[in-house]
C-alpha cells in the first residue's frame, strides 16, 4: 500500500484528491493546521479513512516532524494562501505561505523522506498578464498579484530542489478549476450562490467586479487525476493542466442564472469593491503535452461544470436550517 502526504487536505482540491488516492487504496495522510474549531466540512465524509496530521507552513519543524512519520511515497503540496484578492491585503502572508511554504515542504522531504516524489501546486496566475496565447509550459511568466509572485517563487524553488539535490519533484500548472466545493468568494461559486439564493427569493442581487475577465475553467474532480499522473511518470517534469477554451465571468453568469431560466442582467451589481488592482485579462491554456505525456485529458464542460454547481447550491439552500 502506497502512502501519500498532502498539506491543503481541507481545501477543495485537497478533498477531491483524497478521495482519489482512497479509491486507488492509497493510505492517506493530510496536514491540518491547528483551529479552535474543527472545520472540516469538505472531508467530514472522509475522516474516518483518512490520518489527519497537525502541521503549519510557517513552522518548519512541524512540516518535517509530520513528513517524517509518514513516511509517504508521494507528498501533494495543495496548502496555501489561495485567493487572489486577498493577496494585495495579506501579501507578506501570502509570501510566508505561498511562496517559503514551499520551501520548507521540499526541505522537510530532502531531510526526511529524499526518495518520496513531490507536487507542487503551480497555477495559471503566474502567466498574469499573458506573453503568449495559448499558454504552455514554455510560456514566460509575468504575475499580476502578490499570489501569482509567490507561486512564481514555489514554481521556480520546486525547479531548483529538483536539479540541486536530484529529487523527484514536480509542478502542475494548473488553471482555474471549480467544484460545488469551492470557496465561495471565487467569482464562480459567489455566482452559483447566488443564482440558488435569488431563484428560492433569498437574495435579489450578486455584487461583482470585472466580468470582461477571461478564464479557462474546469472541474476540479479531474484536475486532480492530473498531479497523480505526474507523480507516476519515469521522469519528473511538469506540466500545464487546463480545458484549452476560454470564457468570460459574463458567459459564466449567463450560463449560471440560464440553468433557473433567469437572465443575469436583471440581478448583477457593479461594485468597485471586487476589482483588483492589476487585472489578469486573459487565460486559456494548452493542454496537449499533459494529453500526450499523461494521457489526461478533462471530462467535464463547462456548461456540465456550471449545472453541477447551481443545482449544489439549489440542494444546500433549499434544506431546511
Ligand atoms: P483552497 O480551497 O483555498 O485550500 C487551501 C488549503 O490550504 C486549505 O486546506 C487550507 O487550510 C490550507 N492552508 C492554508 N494556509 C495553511 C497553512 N499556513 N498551513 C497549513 N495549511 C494551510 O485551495 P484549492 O482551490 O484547493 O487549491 C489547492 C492549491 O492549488 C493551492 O495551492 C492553490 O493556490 C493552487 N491552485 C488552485 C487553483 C484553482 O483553480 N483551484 C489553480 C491553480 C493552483 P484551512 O482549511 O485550514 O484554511
Ligand atoms: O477570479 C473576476 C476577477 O477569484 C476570477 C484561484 O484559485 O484561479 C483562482 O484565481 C476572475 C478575476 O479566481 C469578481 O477579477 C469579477 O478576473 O474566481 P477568482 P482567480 O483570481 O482567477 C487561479 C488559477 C489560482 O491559482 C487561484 O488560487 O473573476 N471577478 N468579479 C471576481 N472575482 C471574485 N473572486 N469576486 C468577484 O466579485
Same mark, same amino acid.
Given at each position: 500500500?502506497?502512502?501519500?502526504?498532502?498539506?491543503?487536505?481541507?481545501?477543495?482540491?485537497?478533498?477531491?484528491l483524497?478521495?482519489?488516492?482512497l479509491?486507488?487504496?492509497?493510505? $492517506?495522510?493530510?496536514? $491540518?493546521?491547528?483551529?479552535?474549531? %474543527?472545520?472540516? +466540512?469538505?472531508?467530514?465524509?472522509?475522516?474516518?479513512?483518512?490520518?489527519?496530521?497537525?502541521?503549519?507552513?510557517? @513552522?518548519?519543524?512541524?512540516?518535517t @516532524?509530520?513528513?517524517?512519520?509518514?513516511?509517504?511515497?508521494?507528498?501533494?503540496n495543495?496548502?496555501?494562501?489561495?485567493?487572489?484578492?486577498t493577496?494585495? %491585503?495579506?501579501?507578506?502572508?501570502?509570501?510566508?505561505?505561498?511562496?517559503?511554504?514551499?520551501?520548507?515542504?521540499?526541505?522537510?522531504?530532502?531531510?526526511?523522506?529524499p =526518495?518520496? #516524489?513531490?507536487?507542487?501546486?503551480?497555477?495559471?496566475?503566474?502567466?498574469?498578464?499573458?506573453v503568449?496565447?495559448?499558454?504552455?509550459?514554455?510560456?514566460?511568466?509575468?504575475?499580476?498579484? !502578490?499570489?501569482?509572485?509567490? =507561486?512564481?517563487?514555489?514554481?521556480w524553488?520546486?525547479?531548483?530542489?529538483?536539479?540541486?539535490?536530484?529529487?523527484?519533484?514536480?509542478?502542475?500548472?494548473?488553471?482555474?478549476? +471549480?467544484? !460545488?466545493? #469551492?470557496?465561495?468568494?471565487?467569482?464562480?461559486r459567489?455566482?452559483?450562490?447566488? $443564482?440558488? #439564493?435569488? =431563484?428560492?427569493?433569498?437574495?435579489?442581487?450578486?455584487?461583482?467586479?470585472?466580468?470582461?475577465? #477571461?478564464? @479557462?475553467?474546469?472541474?476540479?474532480?479531474?484536475?486532480?487525476?492530473?498531479?497523480?499522473?505526474?507523480?507516476?511518470?519515469?521522469?519528473?517534469?511538469?506540466?500545464?493542466?487546463?480545458?484549452?477554451?476560454?470564457?468570460?465571468?459574463?458567459?459564466?453568469?449567463?450560463?449560471?442564472?440560464?440553468?433557473?431560466?433567469?437572465?443575469?442582467?436583471?440581478?448583477?451589481?457593479?461594485?468597485?469593491?471586487?476589482?483588483?488592482?492589476?487585472?489578469? @485579462?486573459?487565460?486559456v491554456?494548452?493542454?496537449?503535452?499533459?494529453?500526450?505525456?499523461?494521457?489526461?485529458?478533462?471530462?467535464?464542460?463547462?456548461?456540465?461544470?456550471?449545472?453541477?454547481?447551481?443545482?449544489?447550491?439549489?440542494e444546500?439552500h433549499?434544506?431546511?436550517?
Open positions: 500500500m502506497k502512502t501519500a502526504l498532502i498539506t491543503g487536505i481541507t481545501g477543495q482540491d485537497g478533498s477531491y483524497a478521495e482519489h488516492l479509491k486507488k487504496g492509497y493510505r $492517506v495522510v493530510g496536514v $491540518v493546521r491547528r483551529s479552535s474549531t %474543527t472545520p472540516y +466540512e469538505r472531508i467530514a465524509h472522509l475522516v474516518d479513512r483518512v490520518e489527519l496530521v497537525s502541521a503549519d507552513l510557517l @513552522d518548519q519543524t512541524s512540516l @516532524d509530520v513528513v517524517q512519520a509518514a513516511e509517504p511515497d508521494e507528498i501533494y495543495l496548502a496555501a494562501q489561495s485567493f487572489v484578492q493577496s494585495w %491585503t495579506q501579501p507578506v502572508l501570502t509570501g510566508e505561505f505561498t511562496a517559503l511554504g514551499v520551501t520548507r515542504m521540499l526541505e522537510a522531504m530532502r531531510k526526511a523522506a =526518495k518520496s #516524489r513531490f507536487y507542487q501546486a503551480s497555477s495559471s496566475e503566474q502567466f498574469g498578464k499573458v503568449e496565447t495559448p499558454q504552455r509550459e514554455s510560456t514566460p511568466f509575468y504575475p499580476r498579484s !502578490p499570489y501569482g509572485v509567490a =507561486k512564481v517563487y514555489g514554481h524553488i520546486t525547479v531548483n530542489y529538483r536539479e540541486s539535490f536530484d529529487l523527484f519533484a514536480v509542478s502542475g500548472i494548473l488553471f482555474n478549476h +471549480e467544484s !460545488p466545493r #469551492r470557496g465561495l468568494e471565487f467569482v464562480t459567489k455566482i452559483t450562490d447566488a $443564482v440558488a #439564493r435569488i =431563484k428560492l427569493g433569498k437574495a435579489h442581487e450578486v455584487r461583482l467586479g470585472n466580468i470582461d475577465a #477571461r478564464r @479557462d475553467w474546469g472541474f476540479a474532480g479531474d484536475y486532480v487525476d492530473a498531479m497523480w499522473r505526474m507523480l507516476q511518470q519515469d521522469a519528473p517534469d511538469d506540466f500545464v493542466i487546463s480545458t484549452g477554451k476560454t470564457y468570460s465571468v459574463r458567459e459564466f453568469l449567463d450560463a449560471a442564472f440560464s440553468v433557473v431560466d433567469l437572465d443575469y442582467r436583471n440581478y448583477v451589481v457593479h461594485d468597485e469593491k471586487f476589482f483588483r488592482p492589476a487585472e489578469v @485579462d486573459l487565460l491554456g494548452d493542454p496537449s503535452k499533459a494529453k500526450n505525456k499523461l494521457g489526461w485529458e478533462p471530462r467535464v464542460a463547462l456548461p456540465e461544470l456550471v449545472r453541477m454547481m447551481v443545482e449544489a447550491d439549489l444546500r433549499s434544506k431546511p436550517r
